[in-house]
C-alpha cells in the first residue's frame, strides 16, 4: 500500500477517525496522542516503504507496532515522549511479502476497539498475520464494503 491506498481506506471509516499518515521525520511534530502510521524509510531517501504504528489502545497504553518486530526507532520514545512503550516483539509478516500497511490498518483498529491483550491474543494464535488479515478486516470492519481502495485491502489485493 502506499500513502493514497492508506489515505483513502483511512477516509472511508469511522475505525480510523484520527488517525494520520507521515514520513518518519515528521512524526515528532504531531501534537502528542496523534495516533499515525509512518514510513520507517525517510521521504528525502526515496522510495523504499515500511509502514508501522504509533498509537494508543483502547486502555490509553503507548503502542508501537512492526510487522516485522524490527527494533524501536528511537524517533518512536521521542514521539511518545516516554521509554514505557508496548512493543509487539512477535513478527507477524513474512519477509518479501508487502502487507505492512494493511496489517498496520488492523493492529490499529483491534487495538483501538479491545487493546492490547486482544490484538495479543490474535497474535498468538496465528503465526503470521497475513493469513488472516482478510477474514478479519470483512468480520469487523464491515463498513469498508462499497470503497473500491478498501475493497482491494479486504480481498488482500494492496
Given at each position: ?6 489515505k ?17 521525520e515528521?512524526i ?31 486502555d ?14 528511537e524517533?518512536v520514545?521521542?514521539?511518545f ?11 507477524t ?9 494493511q ?9 483501538s ?46
Amino acid at each position: 500500500m502506499d500513502t493514497n491506498d492508506i489515505k483513502n481506506v483511512i477516509a472511508a471509516s469511522n475505525v480510523f477517525k484520527g488517525l494520520q499518515v507521515q514520513c518518519q521525520e515528521y512524526i515528532t511534530r504531531l501534537p502528542s496522542g496523534t495516533p499515525v502510521i509512518f514510513n520507517t524509510i525517510k521521504c528525502s531517501q526515496g522510495n523504499g516503504k515500511h509502514w508501522v504504528l504509533c498509537c494508543y489502545d483502547a486502555d490509553n497504553n503507548p503502542v508501537y507496532y512492526d510487522s516485522f518486530a524490527q527494533q524501536t526507532p528511537e524517533i518512536v520514545y521521542r514521539y511518545f515522549n516516554s521509554k514505557d512503550i508496548y512493543t509487539f516483539t512477535r513478527q507477524t509478516q513474512e519477509k518479501g511479502t508487502f502487507e505492512c500497511g494493511q496489517m498496520c490498518l488492523y493492529a490499529y483498529a483491534v487495538l483501538s476497539q479491545g487493546g492490547i491483550s486482544v490484538l495479543e491474543d490474535i497474535l498468538g494464535k496465528n503465526k503470521l498475520l497475513n493469513t488472516l488479515t482478510s477474514k478479519h478486516f470483512v468480520n469487523n470492519l464491515s463498513q469498508f464494503k462499497g470503497n473500491p481502495v478498501a475493497v482491494k485491502l479486504l480481498k488482500n489485493d494492496i
